[in-house]
């Protein structure tokens, strides 16, 4: 089967309470397609960690996941302030988090690290004040 | 685990098919059918749920009848701490211990007892270097069975300490082979006094290698009224209570936590938070702890559906009963409570089971879900259930998967069934 399996989320940025709701759906989902509980873990923490970014610093936005019979596509998409420099955002602690946000136990600065780690592939693609699209693939073996 | 023996009946003849356990079911295992519920004994996780919610009083949990422990030469019972929270007025533990002795029992062993065992050797298991942190609780069978179906990636979290319920039977054992030199080993039955219904289930089917101790489960509210005739108010009662404030405590949900003595825990009750912080904690944002308490049923075991009393009044009970005794009464010495002994831990978990894959081949799989997810947008997404699946969602797979029909729902189940069944195939 060369098309995917495509699953649609809408990030709600309004909700922060709900935040993370995608991520377990996709868990669900994966589950019924029988991947390894180790995939499913990896794609799920990556999906958590980039909704929580995109409620967080862009108002929401889009998550689409596309499974294809060897890998896993993630593809989060937002119209927020855009990121200025990749390479700080990449460091372990940075974030640009308001005080509040951090009050409530987010904005470590280890949102972006961790969609690296737990991904085989991630690609930024970022315009300031225009918006952010994160692509992170995942190696089903 | 398909052969894995449930303790949820149902009366037919009370079942109305009503929808009311279907919307409750936390894993969707079950579907009416032929106008009466049917659960699918693979998914099914023994929360009680179903009887919790039932209107009709179909839903039964099962368990033994004293007269079941006629058997044994020499019988044992293991009360739970929650069967002290269900009488008004008790101030004295030892009216229920003596009261289970005049209806038949040669000796009565306290799970709280065993429980601050418990305590204690987990205090000193946290302190074990290179244990996966946080640490899970096993008390609850519905939670070990939760995460072994559906949280595989937590089965390392779970710590291999047997329940207080097992480390009763086992001390109870060896206590009355130690006071009755003529005893045999068959000679001994065990029976614990139950809040719920998945404890029945665990003592049945054991799990991965281990098989449990305990002979007979029998429920608090099949034995409540027997003993509440046999309890006197009299001074002339044996003092037979072992427990302390911590023992009692694990009836309710926060007391095991509590009793890790490090503020660094969580507990949490009621099925539908467990699986929200089960799933948190899978995406690890939830970091710092050293302890998860979970137990399915609201407000921890006095919650349990073989109770009689409402949790929280039976809470406010136990609350008053524990005051005035000290804190644990386990009698382990520092050197002791280093150590601890393999007789308390399991070896395995049981193995990881996905319930809910559609299909054994991953391209299969695939291929089912995308006809799912086709079929689920041409219904009409309002849940109700009338078809005899809980969602429009699971609808739509139990047609995938061949067990059930699109005609089935009341809403477009007339509409061109023909187009629709083809455009699934084509």
Redesign the interface.
């Known amino acids: 089967?060369s098309e995917p399996?495509v699953f649609h989320y809408d990030i709600d940025g309004e909700d922060f309470i709900s935040a993370?709701q995608a991520?377990?759906q996709i868990?669900?989902?994966l589950?019924?397609?029988?991947?390894s509980?180790?995939v499913?873990?990896r794609v799920?923490?990556a999906m958590?960690e980039g909704e929580i970014n995109m409620v967080i610093h862009a108002k929401g936005g889009t998550a689409d996941v596309m499974?294809y019979?060897d890998r896993i596509e993630i593809i989060l998409a937002d119209k927020g302030p855009g990121i200025s420099n990749i390479e700080e955002a990449m460091q372990e602690g940075f974030s640009t988090a308001s005080d509040t946000i951090r009050s409530l136990?987010f904005g470590a600065g280890m949102g972006l690290p961790?969609m690296k780690r737990y991904s085989d592939k991630m690609t930024i693609d970022t315009t300031v004040g225009v918006g952010t699209t994160v692509t992170m693939v995942i190696n089903?073996t | 685990m398909n052969d894995y023996q449930h303790s949820v009946l149902l009366d037919v003849n009370k079942c109305t098919g009503c929808t009311t356990c279907l919307k409750h079911c936390p894993t969707e295992a079950i579907r009416i059918n032929n106008g009466h519920a049917v659960i699918n004994d693979s998914r099914c996780i023994d929360c009680g749920e179903c009887i919790r919610n039932c209107p009709h009083s179909a839903k039964k949990a099962v368990s033994s009848r004293l007269e079941s422990m006629d058997r044994f030469k020499y019988k044992i019972a293991l009360p739970a701490p929650t069967l002290y929270g269900q009488f008004e007025n008790l101030d004295d533990v030892d009216y229920v211990l003596d009261g289970l002795k005049k209806i038949g029992f040669d000796d009565v062993f306290e799970v709280s007892k065993a429980a601050e065992l418990v305590s204690a050797y987990t205090r000193t298991y946290l302190k074990t270097e290179g244990i996966k942190k946080p640490v899970i609780s096993s008390a609850c069978p519905v939670i070990v069975r939760l995460i072994g179906l559906r949280f595989p990636s937590l089965s390392g979290n779970i710590i291999h300490m047997l329940p207080p319920m097992e480390v009763a039977a086992y001390l109870a054992r060896q206590r009355a082979l130690d006071n009755n030199p003529g005893l045999k080993e068959e000679d001994i039955g065990v029976c614990f006094i139950s809040p719920c219904p998945a404890k029945v289930s665990y003592v049945k089917n054991g799990f991965a290698d281990y098989k449990s101790q305990v002979d007979e489960v029998i429920s608090i509210s099949d034995i409540y009224f027997r003993l509440i005739n046999e309890m006197s108010h009299g001074s002339d009662i044996e003092s037979l209570s072992e427990s302390g404030i911590i023992g009692i405590g694990w009836a309710s949900s926060g007391g095991e936590a509590s009793a890790i003595f490090n503020e660094r825990y969580l507990a949490a009750d009621g099925i539908e938070n467990v699986n929200r912080v089960l799933d948190q904690l899978e995406n690890g944002n939830i970091s710092q702890l050293e302890f998860i308490e979970l137990n399915a049923c609201p407000g921890g075991c006095v919650g349990g559906v073989m109770t009689v009393q409402n949790p929280f009044i039976a809470k406010a009970r136990l609350q008053a009963l524990r005051h005035g005794l000290p804190v644990s009464r386990n009698n382990l010495t520092k050197e002791q409570s280093q150590y601890i002994p393999d007789s308390y831990l399991f070896n395995e978990l049981p193995e990881y089971e996905p319930i809910s894959r559609l299909s054994g081949s991953i391209a299969e799989s695939m291929r089912m879900m995308a006809d799912i997810q086709k079929l689920k947008s041409s219904l009409p997404g309002i849940d109700c259930g009338a078809c005899g699946a809980p969602n429009c969602r699971a609808f739509a797979e139990d047609i995938i998967r061949g067990n059930a029909h699109f005609v089935s729902c009341p809403i477009k189940g007339n509409e061109s069934v023909t187009v629709k069944e083809n455009d699934i195939d084509g």
């Open positions: 089967m399996l993370g991520s377990i868990k669900k989902n589950r019924r397609i029988g991947l509980p180790e499913i873990r799920s923490i958590y499974l019979e136990g961790n089903i």
